[in-house]
């Protein structure tokens, strides 16, 4: 059963710094990766889809990255600005099934 | 940018009523979804639909029912509200696509009270 876990929970930063949130599957055998963002008491947007046969994605502060092989995505925000302040979400469609697997998510806070 | 809509986007309601959650995409997808999210915590998957006709329940047990008679719509009903199903309600929605894998675009969420 496919498993996903994001680490750190949460992440306290001040504004400008790069960082990275990492998330972990454990079946390989995934058809793309989806990372989103959520603030309080909103919906998801998306921020960047990766395909299975894909290592990466930017979308302009954002870089994702994806190693199948090791069960992992990095989302990597570069200069990070207090506007990032929200949970950031990673998301894998489950094999033979028309669902979606999210992870528990990293609360981000970038502080001005 | 992704249109999903879902209305009323607060409801706060009495134990007992009937509620029914709507849920409209207009960009012609197959699948959709609705999630169920407390406060801080993660989502978890009541219902989902791969066209018209077609609905699944999903991982968490719910007391709801949803239809999906039209592509572009799908209704969550409540028979019976409980302060138990106070929550958000997330709906989403997502291409068939290649491989039956595309990118998931979600509504802005409906807030539930139930007193």
């Known amino acids: 059963k496919q498993e996903v876990t994001q680490i750190p929970a949460a992440l306290s930063v001040p504004e400008g710094e790069n960082l990275v949130l990492n998330c972990s599957f454990t079946?390989?055998?995934?058809?793309?990766l989806q990372w989103f963002r959520q603030d309080p008491g909103k919906g998801l947007t998306s921020l960047l889809l990766i395909q299975s046969s894909q290592r990466e994605q930017t979308s302009g502060r954002l870089n994702a990255s994806l190693d199948k092989s090791s069960g992992r995505s990095t989302l990597y925000i570069a200069a990070s600005q207090p506007g990032d302040s929200a949970t950031y979400l990673c998301?894998?469609?489950?094999?033979?099934?028309?669902?979606?697997?999210f992870g528990t998510g990293t609360r981000l806070k970038v502080l001005a | 940018e992704a249109d999903i809509y879902q209305t009323p986007r607060y409801l706060v309601i009495g134990t007992g009523k009937k509620i029914t959650l709507e849920c409209s995409q207009t960009?012609?997808?197959?699948?959709m979804y609705w999630y169920q999210q407390d406060p801080g915590m993660e989502l978890h998957l009541i219902h989902y639909?791969?066209?018209?006709?077609?609905?699944e329940k999903g991982d968490l047990s719910s007391e709801s029912t949803v239809s999906r008679i039209r592509t572009e719509h799908f209704p969550l009903t409540l028979e019976s509200a409980r302060p138990s199903h106070t929550s958000q309600y997330l709906c989403?929605?997502?291409?068939?696509?290649?491989?039956?894998?595309?990118?998931?675009?979600f509504g802005p969420g409906t807030r539930l009270t139930v007193l």
């Open positions: 989403a929605s997502s291409p068939l696509g290649r491989g039956g894998y595309n990118e998931q675009f």
């Open positions: 079946d390989s055998a995934i058809y793309n």
């Open positions: 639909s791969y066209g018209v006709n077609s609905t």
């Open positions: 998301a894998v469609p489950t094999s033979g099934t028309y669902k979606y697997i």
């Open positions: 960009m012609g997808h197959d699948k």
